[in-house]
């Protein structure tokens, strides 16, 4: 028989399911609807594998559920602004937007060579106007509602890339692209108000059941809700300064008779007070900017302090005071900017205590500790225990004690105002969403001197991103466009500005999964295509965006449910996080990392080594890591489809490890797999032989062997669509295999029978079809066709499972009259009560006995007994 032949068959399918526009999803088809949408690629230039993987696992499920009869939506787009565009094209002194165009074209037809069930009709790129122009309208329906706010703040400044960076941009403190340490400064900026929502983010959560528990958790931290206490301390000494007391947030009020110090953040307003007559004060502060403003970065930061000449009394402990610091770790834009320590019980404080040599009070005392030898060393204490060293709090649990000391406060009185209220904190800071940089939206907004800071109207929508820009000089090319820059004022005619500033990728990313549903409306989304189609039912993407990509969507969706453009709260119904793939690496003598595609492996019994094509130099074999470019051990998707099919490329990754976790590619995996694709063919050359062979046979009841075959075909069918629906596709590629295998065996008995075994076998290799054709849907399409099929088989509707012949065994039910046995019932087990009945009742001997008239009483027990009472 001939060998199957992928590179002919390939090609040859996209056309027929494009001709046949098979994946077009439509607005108006009334059946049940599916959304899934894979996180949508940066036009990098070339496709990865872990592309292949996460839209191998999206097609699996397109396919599976359009067989399932419903009208599913699979697109596709391209998250085309962004900083790599622009670094290229400074380095070209080019314009990004060809450069991003070319590398979609060359994309486009990879991601076509996969033979993907997308909806290629609904393609967008969030570079061209007629996304972004909808991105404006959006942004000018957030500020009228209120959404949107302009404030200063400080940024990450990176000078060598010129523009303010996230604060996940910044990494120890540098720039995460150019490596540079990061500044900062203080800059007006546009902010999504994504904090308001922080309680209702939080509380979505909850109803997210289809996500995986640790993305959860994750954006509960990320959004960090905290409950605890504002305190006032009295200032003791000071009082020059015209404050009499500092405020301080603290979630540990039980604590409150270890505080041994205050400190507060280098930007408090206090400090900078004390920093306008105290010059080594203000240098230290200079020296607190320069780490950046990132959470992590201050974590990281060795803890530094400066003793200022203030001291409060100490709330508690009449006639103590305690020093009050400037220190380095405390965050201005978090609670108040000032904090109380306490040593004993929080590690950072500790660290800062043992370093000015502060006292070290121990509070809590760990269950079974005795109090008189309890010591702190060089960690805190800071889980469960007993509050000692306290007066009134002594004895009470953590809990209590915070609540007696919450009451305690809330009693007294400082500067007239309570001394403690109970305040609740969210580490959610605003979305600040300018960007001093070219390749992105342009933000709809006008500086007019007379008229000051202006939407743009809607009716002058798009603002369009000037092609004609030069990289000439380092910065934001729209502060050098000579013309685009400058404007008349829509209100007053006069001379007006543009904002130069674009908006974050991010914002491209976090509505253009509504774009999908309706992506030519002339407003943002048709909300009724919206309404229809989300939230996506199920959304698959790799756990790195777990948070701000995740967090921002889910904050976007309400912003427009608000503004009236989608009738939802929540964008992803399911979410899915997907593994990474991974590829052994190989070094040279030399050091440096050598492609895969380079190296000759050879296999000594259980040792492997490695040498170099060509040169035979020998070459190290180092660990297994996620493909990457800096380290070489990368596989190009269109080698893999030019050498073996994209079918097998997408059945090596849906089948070697569960798709959560990490798959590791190699040859030896891509092999097997691509022979599976071929005894596969074989199998189905076998069975359409035997049919031809057989055309004249008078066909009878199915043999022992075709009962056998057939239960054995159903079970697996009915496991593979469960495995599918969960995920699971690893499983299901195993079930695939089983059945394969049985097929297989059944094949080679079929001459013996065939006209009572052969129908038997032509179904289950027809079913075998169907069920791989989700993954290796151009082999599935050939022996479709092979098998005398008609149409499609991406158009045939997934195969019905016999609920009779998942039934494991058969069992005998005795059947008593009036308590006596008369004879019995052969069943599958589990038959239901009506069935036994009905089965009882046509038993010869209970017609017999009746003699047309109704038993007075029937007792059924499923899969025991049956008695008739006449
Ligand atoms: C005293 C104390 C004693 C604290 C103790 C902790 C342990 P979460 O849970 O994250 O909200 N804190 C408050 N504001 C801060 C700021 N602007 N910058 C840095 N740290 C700040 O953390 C709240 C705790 O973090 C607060 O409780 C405060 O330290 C500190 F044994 O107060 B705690």
């Not at 009082?239 to 270890?258: H, L, M, Q, Y």
């Not at 041994?260 to 004060?281: C, E, I, M, N, R």
């Not at 060795?302 to 203030?310: A, D, S």
């Not at 202006?454 to 502060?479: R, T, Y």
Request: proline content about 6%.
């Amino acid at each position: 028989a001939e060998r199957y032949n992928p590179r002919e068959m390939e090609p040859h399918w996209q056309n027929v399911w494009n001709q046949n526009q098979s994946f077009i999803a439509r607005n108006d088809d009334p059946r049940e609807r599916y959304y899934v949408l894979e996180m949508f690629p940066y036009p990098s230039g070339r496709i990865h594998m872990g592309h292949v993987r996460n839209y191998a696992m999206g097609d699996v499920l397109a396919r599976y559920h359009r067989a399932q009869g419903k009208n599913v939506l699979h697109p596709m787009g391209w998250d085309a602004f962004g900083l790599p565009a622009e670094n290229a094209a400074i380095e070209r002194k080019q314009n990004p937007g060809p450069w991003t165009r070319q590398n979609i074209a060359s994309m486009r037809e990879q991601l076509k060579s996969m033979g993907l069930s997308i909806d290629w009709t609904r393609e967008i790129a969030t570079c061209e106007p007629d996304y972004y122009q909808h991105q404006q309208a959006l942004f000018i329906d957030f500020l009228a509602a209120g959404l949107i706010t302009r404030k200063k703040s400080k940024v990450n400044w990176d000078p060598v890339d010129m523009t303010v960076l996230a604060n996940e941009q910044v990494i120890d403190g540098k720039g995460w692209r150019s490596g540079a340490p990061v500044e900062q400064r203080e800059l007006t900026q546009w902010f999504f108000k994504i904090s308001d929502y922080a309680d209702e983010l939080l509380a979505g959560l909850d109803g997210l059941e289809q996500w995986p528990e640790k993305v959860r958790l994750m954006q509960r931290n990320w959004i960090g809700k905290s409950e605890g206490l504002r305190l006032l301390f009295e200032i003791a000494q000071g009082s020059e300064t015209g404050a009499t007391s500092i405020d301080v947030f603290t979630t540990r009020p039980d604590t409150i008779f270890g505080a041994s110090f205050l400190a507060l953040s280098p930007d408090h307003p206090l400090t900078g007070q004390l920093a306008a007559t105290d010059p080594a004060l203000a240098t230290f502060v200079d020296e607190c900017h320069s780490l950046g403003t990132s959470t992590e970065a201050l974590e990281k930061a060795e803890k530094r302090g400066y003793l200022t000449h203030l001291t409060v009394k100490h709330p508690v402990i009449e006639g103590a005071t305690l020093p009050v610091y400037v220190a380095n770790f405390v965050l201005m834009d978090y609670g108040t900017g000032a904090v109380f320590g306490c040593p004993a019980h929080d590690q950072r404080d500790l660290d800062f205590a043992r370093k000015y040599d502060l006292e070290v009070n121990p509070v809590v005392l760990p269950p079974g500790a005795d109090a008189a030898g309890f010591v702190i060393a060089n960690e805190a204490y800071d889980e469960a225990g007993t509050i000692f060293n306290s007066e009134f709090l002594d004895g009470l649990s953590i809990e209590d004690a915070k609540r007696a000391a919450t009451a305690f406060f809330a009693e007294r009185t400082v500067d007239g105002r309570p001394q403690g209220t109970v305040e609740i904190n969210f580490r959610l800071r605003d979305w600040g969403i300018s960007r001093q940089r070219y390749w992105g939206c342009p933000i709809p907004v006008i500086h007019c001197e007379v008229c000051g800071t202006q939407p743009v109207p809607k009716k002058d929508l798009p603002v369009i991103l000037p092609e004609d820009v030069s990289f000439d000089q380092p910065g934001n090319a729209l502060d050098h466009h000579p013309t685009w820059k400058n404007t008349t004022c829509h209100q007053c005619g006069g001379a007006a500005r543009r904002e130069t500033d674009t908006m974050d990728t991010f914002v491209d990313s976090s509505w253009y999964f509504a774009r999908f549903t309706a992506p030519q409306a002339t407003t943002p989304t048709d909300p009724k295509a919206a309404s229809a189609w989300l939230p996506v039912d199920q959304y698959i993407g790799g756990v790195e965006h777990a948070i701000l990509h995740l967090l921002y969507s889910r904050f976007f969706t309400r912003a427009m449910q608000k503004t009236g453009h989608v009738a939802v709260a929540e964008p992803f119904k399911g979410l899915f996080t997907q593994g990474m793939v991974t590829h052994e690496t190989y070094k040279s003598a030399a050091g440096d990392w050598v492609l895969p595609t380079e190296v000759l492996i050879e296999v000594h019994g259980e040792k492997r080594t490695a040498k170099r094509l060509g040169t035979d130099a020998p070459l190290t074999i180092g660990s297994i890591e996620k493909m990457s470019k800096s380290k070489k051990n990368v596989v190009d998707p269109d080698e893999i489809v030019a050498t073996y099919g994209a079918d097998t490329a997408r059945w090596f990754m849906l089948s070697d490890s569960p798709p959560e976790r990490d798959v590791q590619w190699t040859e030896a995996g891509v092999e097997g797999a691509s022979r599976f694709q071929q005894r596969v063919w074989r199998l189905v050359g076998e069975t359409a032989a035997l049919n031809e062979q057989s055309k004249d046979i008078v066909v009878k009841k199915d043999d022992k062997e075709a009962v056998v075959l057939r239960k054995t075909t159903h079970r697996a069918v009915h496991a593979i669509s469960d495995e599918i629906e969960g995920l699971r596709f690893n499983r299901a590629v195993a079930q695939v295999y089983e059945l394969t295998n049985a097929l297989v065996r059944a094949a080679g008995v079929m001459a013996a029978a065939p006209e009572s075994r052969l129908d038997a076998l032509h179904d289950g290799v027809s079913r075998l079809v169907q069920v791989i054709a989700p993954m290796m849907p151009h082999l599935a399409e050939t022996c479709w066709a092979a098998l005398g099929h008609q149409g499609l088989v991406a158009d045939a509707p997934w195969p019905e499972v016999d609920p009779s012949l998942l039934i494991d065994d058969e069992i005998i039910i005795p059947v008593q009259i009036n308590g006596k046995r008369r004879g019995e019932l052969n069943v599958a087990r589990g038959t239901p009560r009506a069935d036994l009945e009905q089965q009882v009742l046509s038993l010869d001997v209970i017609v017999r006995m009746l003699e047309g008239k109704a038993p007075k009483k029937l007792v059924i027990v499923p899969d025991r007994i049956v008695n008739v009472v006449i």
